[in-house]
């Protein structure tokens, strides 16, 4: 009970904080975005079931849809829950690669650094760690399409 107080809690103020930030860049949503917006997790799953890399890249891209699309941000943390339930992995709040994952989704977005500097400061509850986790997924180049 006490995590899904917790979890309501983020998802407010995701929405309360990143909402306004994805209206400032006016994102649109392409028919290519919206592919990848449909099935964001088919590649990176496909290629490596279970993988901490599979995992992160398919956190990223569901950073990236949430950006991009329907601004549902209310829904953010029990998505990125439902991410790691299919990979197997059960303390996500724990784990490195949800919040560099988070940062590599927020830069395929194009959002500035500066916009990233507030998102990562309120995803991370304040905890330095998780700042500079999302900071590093931010500089990591996102892969070329093929």
Not at 85 to 103: C, Q, V
């Amino acid at each position: 009970m006490a995590k899904e107080v917790s979890m309501t809690h983020r998802a407010k103020f995701v929405v309360a904080v990143m909402l306004p930030l994805i209206a400032a860049t006016g994102c649109s949503v392409s028919d290519s975005i919206s592919k990848s917006i449909s099935s964001p997790f088919e590649s990176s799953s496909a290629s490596s079931p279970g993988g901490t890399e599979a995992y992160q890249n398919d956190v990223a891209d569901y950073t990236y849809a949430h950006v991009i699309s329907s601004n549902q941000f209310d829904t953010f943390w029990k998505g990125v829950a439902n991410v790691a339930e299919r990979h197997g992995i059960t303390n996500w709040e724990a784990e490195d690669a949800t919040y560099i994952g988070i940062g590599q989704g927020i830069r395929k977005a194009k959002l500035s650094e500066a916009q990233l500097e507030v998102i990562a400061k309120n995803l991370s509850g304040g905890d330095a760690k998780k700042i500079k986790l999302i900071e590093q997924g931010y500089k990591i180049e996102p892969e070329k399409a093929k």
